[in-house]
């Protein structure tokens, strides 16, 4: 903490100034946070597990031989070293092989299935209208650059970055042996046809509604729409099993496409395949490739000054590729059934709270409060880990192909996702890995989520009163809850089918609760004259305030036979918001914070927690902060949606 500061004049500071000031920006990361230190701890923890999995002599069971030849495979430098870019050999000459736009969907499909979005995004989900049934869609993508807004805005910052990604392209091609020029004339080829997709994309507030996402077609119809793209070789390389209905969105992504395959000459489509296959792949070729790589995406692009070691990120890709396998191993050592059985406890009772507060709601007609406690009551809660590990065993993981094994997996996850297609819809998935220090909710599954990486201290700490555990992790299940009921989550119904369970009157006034909040955020400044895009952040930051309104109700109830005690001169309920603000203590770099403020739907570290006390009566009394301080809003601009 930073005692010198008032708490009612930056709470932020006051609760983190000290966290700030001992914990450095380490140079090889982007951003340092205490969920950012915490995963960094499990990183070494993990290695510890991997390390020992990669030298187990005899017979091994499953787990320990996929997980411990993985990182071994991942940790031969001299190996993939000695490889260099002839690692793309056989995919290269996949890609020389097209000779018309007709021939790219094979190609396109196989890099898809073994690289992952390529030209544009596809994969089997849960109909929007019907959350029980799974069907498939293609989506915009195949950018390189982080969002489309990239390629579109005109600010002097953008354009320095436009042509500092020019080179970096050119710089790809000159790794895969064309000269300078060539490589040059490539780069120029490939930033026309990623720009043309960009200008053809949605924005990232527009994806935030859902029904702009929705667009339900025969296939026949998307092949009308794009018959310049050979759709049932594609779907035929992709192995899916026969549909009708497939979605499409948005139109005029796909619409754009098509232009390109008609107008483009075809050696700029095999350049555009080249780069992104070098370009994707580069992390596991040889130095080269992983230094520019760095030198781009994480030094330009975020600000970091140094590449993580080998080991962190040959962890990192085990945890993304084998998750849940690696899990197991993390969960045996970390997660006890006492630390599940807890949490499980403060779930019940903040939603406990949210019924209570559904029920309090002073705007809400009675009709539009059954709907939303039904669709609470039908939130599934997920602790910990899932109750079936995923299962890889039918994929060859080597010790000696590092890449190979990267392909075999991404496929093995790409076809896990594909035979969904028609299929019932499995409620006990997860889609994150138990070490993940994050969480999550899902408005078509309807369910929340928290892996054991979460749950654990200084977030959680099964040694300290429920005050700052109420206060932290209270307000993370909180504010995952509050997401079915955000600007977003709200088109969803109990089921996860997108549909308008409001009354149009209820509805004009969430709507009009939830633009206070917009209001609010738009206020703050991210970095020089870049402001927080509201319309963005909006949803979690109706979910921060939510989440901690209903910590704070929840740890009231659990709390209400005990004699609560002052602790270092600080009172319960001021340990209860130090606790809350203190889950994201953090330091960020420039970079890393200009490209957040263009893709990340959260706002900044500092923002999500004063934009939230300054909306609570209950943190000016804790701390007796008066009318007219800077945390504490005037009663006309307090902002209170749920
Ligand atoms: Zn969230």
């Known amino acids: 903490m930073d005692k010198s500061v008032d708490p009612c004049v930056d709470f932020y500071q006051y609760s983190c100034g000290g966290w700030q000031k001992k914990n450095p920006i380490p140079a090889d990361q982007t951003s340092w946070g205490v969920y950012g230190k915490l995963y960094q701890d499990n990183l070494a923890f993990l290695r510890g597990i991997l390390e020992q999995a990669a030298s187990a002599k005899g017979k091994r069971d499953t787990v320990t031989q996929e997980i411990g030849d993985f990182y071994s495979a991942c940790m031969d430098e001299a190996g993939i070293e000695k490889l260099g870019a002839g690692a793309l050999k056989p995919q290269l000459a996949m890609i020389d092989q097209v000779k018309s736009a007709h021939d790219l969907a094979p190609v396109v499909a196989s890099m898809q299935l073994e690289l992952g979005g390529v030209l544009f995004g596809s994969g089997v989900r849960q109909a929007p209208d019907n959350s029980e049934q799974q069907i498939i869609g293609v989506t915009q993508g195949g950018l390189g650059l982080p969002d489309r807004d990239y390629y579109t805005k005109d600010d002097p910052k953008s354009k320095e970055i436009r042509e500092r990604y020019l080179q970096h392209v050119q710089?790809?091609?000159?790794?895969?042996?064309?000269?300078?020029?060539?490589?040059?004339?490539?780069?120029?080829?490939?930033?026309?046809?990623?720009t043309a997709l960009a200008t053809a994309s949605m924005t990232r507030v527009e994806r935030r509604d859902p029904y702009k996402s929705k667009n339900k077609?025969?296939?026949?119809?998307?092949?009308?729409?794009?018959?310049?793209?050979?759709?049932?070789?594609?779907?035929?390389?992709?192995?899916?099993?026969?549909?009708?209905?497939?979605?499409?969105?948005?139109?005029?992504?796909?619409k754009e496409l098509d232009t390109l395959l008609k107008d483009e000459?075809?050696?700029?489509?095999?350049?555009?395949?080249?780069?992104?296959?070098?370009?994707?792949?580069?992390p596991y070729l040889s130095s080269a490739f992983?230094?520019?790589?760095?030198?781009?995406?994480?030094?330009?692009?975020?600000?970091?000054?140094?590449?993580?070691?080998?080991?962190?990120?040959?962890?990192?890709?085990?945890?993304?590729?084998?998750?849940?396998?690696?899990?197991?191993?993390?969960?045996?050592?970390?997660?006890?059934?006492?630390?599940?059985?807890?949490?499980?406890?403060?779930?019940?009772?903040?939603?406990?709270?949210?019924?209570?507060?559904?029920?309090?709601?002073?705007?809400?007609?009675?009709?539009?409060?059954?709907?939303?406690?039904?669709?609470?009551?039908?939130?599934?809660?997920?602790?910990?880990?899932?109750?079936?590990?995923?299962?890889?065993?039918?994929?060859?993981?080597?010790?000696?192909?590092?890449?190979?094994?990267?392909?075999?997996?991404?496929?093995?996850?790409?076809?896990r996702n594909l035979n969904k297609l028609g299929q019932p819809v499995d409620?006990?998935?997860?889609?994150?890995?138990?070490?993940?220090?994050?969480?999550?909710?899902?408005?078509?599954?309807?369910?929340?989520?928290?892996?054991?990486?979460?749950?654990?201290?200084?977030?959680?700490?099964?040694?300290?009163?429920?005050?700052?555990?109420?206060?932290?992790?209270?307000?993370?299940?909180?504010h995952e809850l509050t997401h079915g009921f955000d600007d977003q989550g709200a088109k969803f119904d109990a089921k996860g089918?997108?549909?308008?369970?409001?009354?149009?009157?209820?509805?004009?006034?969430?709507?009009?609760?939830?633009?206070?909040?917009?209001?609010?955020?738009?206020?703050?400044v991210v970095v020089d004259d870049v402001h927080i895009n509201s319309r963005l952040t909006l949803g979690e930051d109706v979910a921060d305030l939510g989440g901690e309104i209903l910590a704070y109700i929840a740890w009231k109830s659990a709390t209400k036979d005990k004699k609560l005690q002052t602790v270092d001169d600080l009172t319960p309920e001021q340990r209860f918001f130090i606790g809350f603000a203190q889950w994201d203590c953090s330091n960020d770099r420039p970079e890393n914070l200009r490209l957040r403020a263009m893709t990340d739907p959260h706002s900044p570290s500092k923002y999500r927690i004063n934009g939230v006390v300054v909306n609570m009566p209950e943190f000016a009394k804790?701390?007796?902060?008066?009318?007219?301080?800077?945390?504490?809003?005037?009663?006309?601009?307090?902002?209170?949606?749920?």
Request: net charge negative; charged share 25%; aromatic share 12%.
């Open 171 to 194: 710089k790809i091609f000159e790794l895969l042996g064309d000269n300078a020029e060539t490589a040059k004339q490539n780069a120029d080829a490939v930033m026309k046809i990623e």
């Open 217 to 254: 077609i025969k296939l026949a119809d998307l092949e009308q729409m794009v018959p310049d793209f050979d759709w049932a070789a594609y779907f035929r390389t992709l192995k899916t099993r026969q549909f009708e209905i497939i979605n499409v969105a948005p139109t005029s992504f796909f």
């Open 265 to 282: 000459p075809v050696a700029n489509l095999r350049n555009y395949l080249r780069y992104h296959l070098a370009n994707g792949y580069s």
């Open 290 to 415: 992983v230094q520019e790589n760095f030198d781009f995406f994480i030094s330009f692009l975020r600000g970091a000054k140094e590449m993580q070691p080998r080991w962190k990120r040959c962890v990192q890709f085990t945890d993304r590729d084998l998750g849940e396998a690696l899990g197991q191993a993390y969960v045996r050592k970390v997660f006890s059934p006492e630390l599940k059985a807890s949490t499980l406890d403060m779930v019940r009772r903040i939603e406990d709270a949210m019924a209570q507060r559904i029920q309090q709601l002073d705007w809400m007609s009675p009709e539009t409060k059954e709907q939303a406690l039904a669709k609470l009551h039908g939130i599934r809660n997920k602790i910990g880990y899932p109750d079936k590990w995923r299962d890889y065993s039918s994929v060859k993981i080597t010790s000696n192909d590092f890449l190979g094994d990267v392909e075999r997996l991404t496929e093995f996850e790409r076809h």
């Open 427 to 478: 409620h006990g998935e997860w889609g994150m890995s138990p070490p993940t220090v994050n969480a999550y909710y899902n408005p078509a599954m309807n369910d929340i989520n928290f892996p054991a990486g979460v749950l654990q201290p200084p977030l959680y700490d099964a040694k300290i009163d429920d005050a700052p555990n109420y206060g932290d992790t209270g307000g993370t299940i909180g």
């Open 497 to 524: 089918n997108l549909r308008d369970w409001w009354t149009k009157e209820d509805k004009e006034k969430f709507e009009e609760r939830t633009k206070c909040i917009a209001d609010q955020y738009a206020q703050y």
């Open 622 to 642: 804790a701390f007796s902060c008066k009318a007219g301080q800077p945390m504490v809003n005037p009663p006309d601009k307090v902002c209170k949606v749920w």
